[in-house]
């Protein structure tokens, strides 16, 4: 059964740092794309983040590039998302997201499973 849990909740001023974490199981996580994506109060999942299964290469929407930084170590199954120069708008629950199929990627949500875990707050005040 594929698991993936979040964590790195926090609440932090606006201009702050977070780091968040990923551990997955239950599939060959060196084979797959993973995701950080985002869903604020009232509004839809919003992708952020890929890095991609062997090469590491990453890429970032418009909104945290810059700011974000994905990275993985599939020694230990582990997805990360550095977080910098927090902004109010980056409140939101954070979940990683495993791509659907092996060694693919895309730069939304149409190649990527739905959240399976309960996801990490991430509350930055003004």
């Known amino acids: 059964e594929v698991q993936l849990v979040e964590s790195g909740e926090g609440l932090v001023q606006s201009g702050g740092s977070l780091r968040l974490s990923c551990v997955a199981s239950?599939?060959?996580?060196?084979?797959?794309?993973m995701a950080w994506v985002r869903q604020a109060q009232g509004k839809g999942l919003e992708w952020l983040a890929v890095?991609?299964?062997?090469?590491?290469?990453?890429a970032y929407t418009n909104a945290v590039r810059g700011r974000f930084t994905i990275s993985r170590n599939n020694a230990v199954n582990m997805v990360y998302l550095q977080m910098d120069s927090l902004k109010p708008e980056d409140t939101a629950v954070y979940y990683c997201?495993?791509?659907?199929?092996?060694?693919?990627?895309?730069?939304?949500?149409?190649?990527?499973?739905?959240?399976r875990g309960r996801g990490t707050q991430v509350t930055v005040s003004s």
């Open positions: 997201a495993k791509a659907l199929t092996p060694f693919s990627s895309c730069s939304d949500m149409s190649c990527y499973d739905p959240p």
């Open positions: 239950g599939f060959a996580f060196d084979n797959f794309a």
């Open positions: 890095v991609r299964p062997r090469s590491s290469t990453t």
